[in-house]
């Protein structure tokens, strides 16, 4: 018998009808990843990290599932794929700056059980996820508080 792991997955997006979009996105992590636990409020943000006419509709979700990290990590940005995202954030040149882009769904790996990754396609816990308020405030609404440590 395979191992259940606890995730913590963060959602958002900024184009089209973004309430059926974090909707969708829950559906196909239901489907394909496992079963939701816990799902957060929907969080109207505004960008970050560059500029946009478009606001941010953001959520978390906890998820039991059965995949490895590097399975899960798949899963997510396949999910994206076929929801249409087309662009993900890039890496430019030596300063390791980040440029991002409008996107009809993000979902990023917040938290997996206990597990410290630092890969170059993978870093859990999320190592952004204690700048952004889009991220913890809709963790903090489904995380018990003693265990969110930075």
Not at 32 to 42: M, N, T, Y
Not at 89 to 102: K, L, M
Request: charged share 25%.
């Amino acid at each position: 018998m395979l191992k259940v792991h606890t995730v913590y997955l963060s959602l958002g997006t900024n184009l089209g009808d973004k309430e059926h979009n974090l909707l969708s996105a829950i559906t196909e992590i239901e489907r394909r990843i496992g079963p939701v636990r816990a799902q957060s409020a929907f969080l109207s943000t505004e960008p970050w990290g560059f500029e946009s006419e478009n606001t941010f509709l953001n959520a978390a979700v906890c998820v039991e599932t059965e995949l490895s990290p590097n399975a899960l990590l798949r899963v997510t940005q396949q999910i994206e794929r076929d929801m249409g995202r087309t662009e993900k954030s890039t890496i430019n040149g030596q300063q390791s700056t980040v440029t991002y882009h409008d996107r009809i769904i993000d979902i990023d790996i917040l938290l997996y059980d206990d597990l410290h990754i630092n890969t170059p396609k993978l870093t859990i816990p999320h190592p952004h996820m204690y700048e952004r308020d889009f991220v913890l405030i809709p963790l903090r609404e489904i995380l018990p508080q003693k265990e969110l440590k930075q």
